[in-house]
């Protein structure tokens, strides 16, 4: 069975950076695009990045262009967040998945998530 473990998360400072950390397994990892979205408190769950299968392609929400930077190493069946330049706005429980079908950025395009990670960013 598809299990994803989030891990990395924490406080930190406004200005700080977090890298979070993805390990996938029951499924042949290289196949997949993988994905990060977060939910705040109060909030809908947001698209924040993807990246495809060969690590080849990647994409931004616009509110973390140039700060964040996804990748993958699928040796490891890991798929990687470094969050530079962390905002308050940034605080919320953050989640990878796994892309079943349809449009890469759409919470509804994702069949497996894990159980999530809390990024708090305090200012």
């Known amino acids: 069975q598809v299990q994803l473990v989030e891990s990395g998360g924490g406080l930190v400072q406004a200005g700080g950076s977090l890298r979070l950390s993805c390990a996938a397994s029951?499924?042949?990892?290289?196949?997949?695009?993988m994905g990060w979205f977060r939910q705040a408190p109060g909030k809908e769950r947001e698209f924040v990045a993807f990246i495809r299968g060969s690590g080849g392609n990647t994409l931004y929400a616009d509110s973390v262009k140039g700060r964040f930077t996804i990748s993958r190493d699928n040796a490891k069946n890991t798929v990687y967040l470094q969050m530079n330049g962390l905002k308050p706005e940034d605080t919320a429980v953050y989640y990878c998945?796994?892309?079943?079908?349809?449009?890469?950025?759409?919470?509804?395009?994702?069949?497996?998530w894990g159980q999530g990670t809390q990024v708090t960013v305090s200012s």
């Open positions: 029951g499924l042949t990892f290289s196949g997949y695009t």
């Open positions: 998945a796994t892309r079943s079908s349809g449009q890469a950025t759409y919470s509804a395009s994702y069949g497996y």
